[in-house]
């Protein structure tokens, strides 16, 4: 009997991990770097400054937009041994004019190739106003 009621413990706290973990599912929208690296890789072919960090590369294809009240780039180094081999670089656009969406969250995540930084992976996320969606940031879009 014992036995039992510990087996049904942890089926019990299985199933509320498991339901727990649904929320995480839908955290940011993949999007796809095969474009923005075929430019990157063209210009840094030209040799243009702006490729050789990845702040920098980020920073020319954001300029400060109009559209946002809050804006912010952030580099995180995600491995500093032994070089810095990968980034990630997080752009907020907050407080935007559009009644449904408060903001907008870009990951970019980068690795040095021979003479420019790559995009590995860009992930997109919003954050609701109240009433139309998510009031955190998801990759769901806003009502």
């Given at each position: 009997m014992r036995h039992i009621k510990i087996l049904l413990f942890f089926i019990f706290l299985f199933s509320i991990i498991a339901?727990?973990?649904?929320?995480?599912?839908?955290?940011?929208?993949?999007?796809?770097?095969?474009?923005?690296?075929?430019?990157?890789?063209?210009?840094?072919?030209?040799?243009?400054p702006w490729t050789t960090q990845p702040l920098s590369t980020i920073q020319h294809f954001y300029e400060y937009p109009n559209d946002a009240a809050k804006f912010a780039l952030v580099e995180d180094v995600l491995s500093k041994r032994p070089a810095r081999d990968s980034v990630r670089i997080t752009v907020?656009?907050?407080?935007?004019?559009?009644?449904?969406?408060?903001?907008?969250?870009?990951?970019?995540?980068?690795?040095?190739?021979?003479?420019?930084?790559?995009?590995?992976a860009i992930r997109k996320s919003y954050k609701c106003n109240q009433g139309f969606g998510n009031p955190f940031y998801s990759g769901k879009k806003c009502n």
């Open positions: 339901a727990g973990c649904k929320k995480f599912d839908n955290t940011h929208e993949e999007i796809n770097p095969n474009d923005l690296n075929i430019r990157i890789a063209l210009a840094a072919q030209n040799n243009e907020y656009r907050e407080l935007l004019p559009d009644k449904s969406t408060y903001g907008v969250r870009t990951e970019y995540y980068m690795k040095p190739k021979s003479d420019f930084w790559e995009i590995t």
